[in-house]
Structures are given as C-alpha cells and as structure tokens.
C-alpha cells in the first residue's frame, strides 16, 4: 500500500484516497451531526418549494428557533431544575425548549406563508425580511442577555451505542455515525426517510406535488391550493424549528448572534442539488458537513508527508470559505440540470367564480 | 405630480410611523434588561436620544451624512439590480472587497502625491468591487444560479479573503493587532471637522453616484433594456435585448458601487483596516432601497434617515441604556411593513399606489434556474 503513495503525482492522489477515508471514517458523528441543520433546513424548504413557495427565510426561521429554544429552556430550567435523565439526559427544560423552538419556527413560517401568499408579496424579499427580522431582532436581546446573563438548561447528550456494535470491522464506524448522537440529529434520518415516502407515495405528497407543478389543474380537480400551500409552509416550520433547537439545544448549549452563518442557505443549496428530494438532499447536505469537516481536520490533524506539506501550505481560510465555495460550485453546476417544480414562486391567484 | 408624490410617500412614512410604535413596545418589553427597571417612558428617552445625536447639532448632522454615504451608495447598488429584476444581497462582499483593495492601493501608495494616491486606490476599489459583483451576474447568465444565494455564498467568502489578507500579506508590520497599513497620502481628505466629528470629501460620492445611476436608468438606451428587463425578461428579449449581457452588467454596476463605498470607508473614515472589519451594510442597504421605493432620489432621502439612525444610536445606548443593536430591530420592522403594506394601507387608510415592493414581481420569477431569461 505504501508503494503506491510514493509514485509520482498519482501516488499523491492515493495519499489523497487515503487522507479522505480516515477523515470520514473517524469523523462520522461530527460530519452528521454538521449535516443536521442543513439537512432539516432542507427538508423545510421541501415542504415550501414543492407547494410552490420560495423560502429564502429559512436562515432567519432557524436563527429565530436557536434564540427561543434556549431562551426558554433557560427560563424552565431556572424554574425547575432537575437532574439530566438517563436518555440523552433529557430534563424538562430542554424538552419545553425544544418544543418552545419548533414552536417558534411554524410561528415565522406562518408569517412567511401570509406575505408570500395571501399579500402575495414577492416571495424572496419576504424571505430576506425575515431574515433581517430574526437577526436584528435575536442580535439585540443577545446584547441585552449578555449583559445579564442567564445560566443555560445545557444540552442534549448524544446517545452511546454499544461497542459491539462500533468496533465492529469495517462498518463499526457507520454505527458511531448514524447512533452515536443526540436525539435531533438521530431523528434526521427518521424524517428524511418519512418525508421522501410521503411526498411520492402518499395522496397529500401527490396533491403537494400537484399544487407545487401546476396549481390550476390542482385547483380544478378540487384541491384547495391556498390552504395547502399554507399548511406545507407551516410545518415546514417544525424542520427550520428542530434545525435551530439543534443549535442551542443538542450541538451547543448557548446562544450567539447570527450563529447560523448561513446554513439556511447552504440547505437551500442542499435541497438544489438534491434536487427538491428528502434524500437527495439529505446525501447533498452530508457532502456539505464532509467538506466542513475536511477543513478542520486539515487544521488538527494534517496528514503526514508530500500532501500534509501542500494541504498545510493552503491558508486555513481557504478552509473556513470551502463550504462556501462547494455550494456555489453545485449550485453552477447542477442548477442548469437541476428542475424546480415549475410553479415554485409564483403566487396564485384564485380565479374570480363569475 | 404632487398627488403621485404623496401616493409614493405615504406608504413609507406609514411604514416608519408603525415601525417606532413596534420598536416601543420592544423597548418597553426589554427595559428591565436595558436599565434594571420597567420603564414606559423609555421609548421616548430613546428616540429622542436618537434625534439628538443625529440632527440636532452640528456634530450630529456631520455623522448623519457620514453615515449615510455607505448606505446611499449601497442602497443604490441593490435599487439599481432591482430594476434589472435581480436582488444583490451581496452588498457587503462587494463593499468588504472594495474596502481590502482599497486598503492595500491606499497602503502602497501611502507615500505617493495625494492627487494620484487617492483616486488610484477609489478607483481600484470600484473595479475590484465591480468584478466582485460580475461573479454572480456572470453566474446567474450562464448556468442559471440564483442570485440570492450566490451573493450570500460571495458575503462569506469575502469575509474569509479579508481576514487572510489582513492577517498575511497586508499585515502592516509592528502594529499590535491585525490590520493594514495606514494609508497615509491616499486618504480623502477631510472637508469638515468640528469637536472629532469629521466628515471627508467622498460624502459627495453618493450623491454624485444618485444623479449618474438616475440618468443611466432613464435617460440611455441601456438603462431602458435594463429597465425592460427587469420588468419582463421575455418581452426584453423578443425585443432583440441582451438579458445575459444586461444582467452581467447590472451587476457589475452593483458591485461598482459596493466597491466605492468600501473605499470611501476606508480611505475616508478608518485609514486603515482591521482583519476583523465587520458591516452590515449589504442587509441595510435592501432597507434604505425599498424604502425609498427603488428610485435613486427616495434611495438618497431614505439613506439620509437611516443614516440619522445609525449617527444617534451611539447617544441613544448612552442615555436610554438601550443597545445600538436597536437600530437593526428598527430597520427590520420598517422593511416588514414595506412589504406587508395592506397593514400600513389599512391603518393610515391609504389607497392603493404604484411602486414599491409590489413591483418587483420579477425578482423571484428566476429561481430555480428554470427562467427562459437565463436560456440562450
């Protein structure tokens, strides 16, 4: 094996190989866990773009949710403390906050869902609005928290699978990945797969799809496209809610200003690549946290010989920004080949019963 | 004429007026937090806090237009994509890439004659800015990329390539933190000065900037395909325009004036720049375009404001105890209305007039890639 390393220019790319399965064979959990607020703000921005409503607001949903959900385990946890339970040492708080923060997440859906479909404003500028709202608007009662400052209800713990099964050759490290982790990023899985199902295989993910396609015909056939979109939106709400209780409530404990840095975006990115698919974007928004967790582990644990020298020599910048990069990369690449449903973001107007 | 004007002012007055009583209630909500006690006056303490810093000295009115010129110059930049049918988020990548060039030019020219060094790093600035913003035009004409996400992808990136090239090879040697070297003779000079508060001659930018963008928009043949464009890229194109081209270009105008402001800031205001230089000025700049109603005069008048917020804010966390982050909420509110103005029609019983947000159906009819505009 080490043979072939040493081969001139090729051997790089087996050093390459090489680098890129430890890296993901070691860092299973984080590149998942990394994957979660991308993947569930995908999943809502399916809920939304297959109904036919542009979110660009998901940034902003999950900022929102990430401030509510820890603001308000906070608040039940100085109520009521108590001690972590035995799975993934739940507490009461954490477990109101996280329903506070998908709580959170339908409520600014709904907003989204009454500009861009009932005053049918555009449906991108309704997004950004959200966007400022939630981050001027979580930017100023952070400065105002932190300057008197609230103990946090701590987080989730991440579920320990047994060893067993993590030792196990070869595929032990998919079990770490996919178990050992804490219950939103466990239910990731769970609600990719349901939605993927429901969306091809169930009578509202056709009508969905219908409304999504060609809202007239849906119409005609009796399909109340205004109530649908709104419903979708909303529950949309519940992923970019889960996505930002993720933040405060299972990767982190606390609450930064504009902590999201741009995730609601890369999932949009995601759910393009994927091409408006539960599981597709799903596989997209895993390439994404592969990408980030290449930086870091550039950064901590370079490789050894001719391809540590060239990757140590790149800027960690470069780094920092290649999340960045990937999704502009796939979004040039891929959109030309990449459909939306053809009635995504255009409003509609129900015909006058004449 | 003064019918049409007041249908045109009435929505973002309404907008304003309904913004200050909703940042009250948030003021009145949070004043336990801000000053230890619940406080119903406290709106009051800080709005007028505000308008004391910002209009009500000479010192304040010199920070109201230094304020304001980013704001203008950006707020133009996302009013002019607006009417090419295209949302340039991107404000503060093209601002931060102009404002690091001109850092480095200004840095190497520091020791140049003043009538050289300070136009070569402004006009350094504005072409960097201006590829900078050709990126996503470029992108969006060829393979269908939305703008919207692509200039929030560039926002970060520049981030990134500021933060390299002030901790690497812009690093000025000796200095205890990370920043650029002064800019020495390529600053702009200042005009005004009076108790610390200065204002530099490229306050005059936006307003310069105002009238060419007014005239390229209504009085050339380019401005109306872009106009044409943005209103109905199939009708622009049965029509023998060049979408791709135009789009290309109106980005690029964008990222021009991005560029001058960051220069502006630079060269005019700091005199160097921090690694760690951080704006906000793409996502104010979307407020000040819709709230002057997309058209270069309302963007000047709504920069001005805005800047006035942003001059007080400072006296408004000292008095009031009320964070500068305030001013944010405030901008944000003011943009909720804006879009939702039925609420603001419905209160202040206005009827219906033409402009604003309404007209800019066109921004998310290319989403997706799926837009014949982005085809051949």
Known sequence: MNGLFDLPVIGLVFQLLDFLTKVITLNGPIILALATPLALGALCGVMCERSGVVNIGIEGMMLASAFVGWFVAALVAQAMPAAPGAFFGVTPALLIGLVAAVCCGMLVSTLHAWLSISLRVDQIISGTIINIVAAGVTGYLDVLFSTNPMPTAGKFEAFAPPDALTGLPLVGWLFKMFLAQGPITLSVIVLVVALEILLFRSRWGLRTRAVGEHPKAAETVGIDVIRLRYRNVILGGVFAGLAGAWFTLDFGNSFQGGMTGGRGFIALAALIFGRWRPIGAFLAALLFAASSALGIAIRTTPPS????????????????????????????????????????????ERESAT | MVARLRGQLAVPAGAIVLALLVGAVIIIATSPLATG????????????????????????????????????????????????????????????????????????????????????????????????????????????????????????????????????????????????ADVGNAAIPVIITSGGHQAHLGVI??????????????????????????????????????????????????????????????????????????????????????????????????????????????????QAGVPVQMIDVLQGVILFFLAADIVVRRVFRIRAAAGGVAELATVTGTYGGTTKASQP
């Open chain 1, 305 to 348: 010989g001719e391809l540590g020298r060239i990757l140590t020599s790149i800027p960690e910048e470069v780094f920092a920004a290649l999340p960045y990069i990937v999704t502009i990369i796939v979004l040039a690449g891929v959109v030309g080949r990449s459909i939306a449903p053809a009635a995504d973001g255009q409003p509609y």
């Open chain 2, 37 to 180: 006690r619940f406080d119903p006056t406290l709106p009051l303490v800080t709005y007028w806090a505000i308008i004391q810093g910002s209009l009500l000295s000479v010192n304040g009115l010199i920070d109201t237009v230094r304020s304001a010129a980013p704001l203008i110059l950006v707020g133009l930049s996302v009013g002019f994509c607006f009417k090419a049918g295209l949302f340039n988020i991107g404000g503060q990548g093209q601002f931060l890439t102009g404002a690091v060039t001109a850092a480095a030019v200004g840095g190497a020219l520091a020791g140049a004659p003043p009538y050289i060094a300070a136009p070569v790093a402004i006009l350094a600035a504005m072409a960097v800015g201006a590829l900078y913003g050709m990126i996503p035009g470029f992108l969006k004409a060829f393979t269908g990329a939305h703008e919207v996400v692509t200039t929030i992808m560039l926002n970060y990136i520049a981030i990134q390539i500021v933060a390299y090239l002030i901790q690497g090879p812009l690093r000025a040697p000796g200095s205890s933190f990370a920043r650029s």
């Open chain 2, 205 to 318: 930018f936006p307003f310069i900037a105002a009238g060419i963008i007014w005239w390229l928009l209504y009085r050339t043949t380019i401005g109306f395909e872009i106009r044409t464009v943005g209103a109905n890229p199939d009708a622009a194109r049965y029509a023998g325009m060049r979408p791709r081209y135009l789009m290309m270009l109106a980005m690029s105008v964008a990222g021009l004036l991005g560029g001058l402001a960051g220069a502006g800031e630079i060269l005019g205001v700091s005199g160097y720049m921090p690694a760690a230089y951080s704006t906000n000025v793409g996502f104010d700049a979307i407020t000040v375009a819709l709230l002057g109603r997309v058209h270069p005069l309302g963007i000047v008048f709504a920069g001005l404001l805005l800047g006035a917020m942003r001059a007080g804010a400072g006296l408004m966390q000292i």
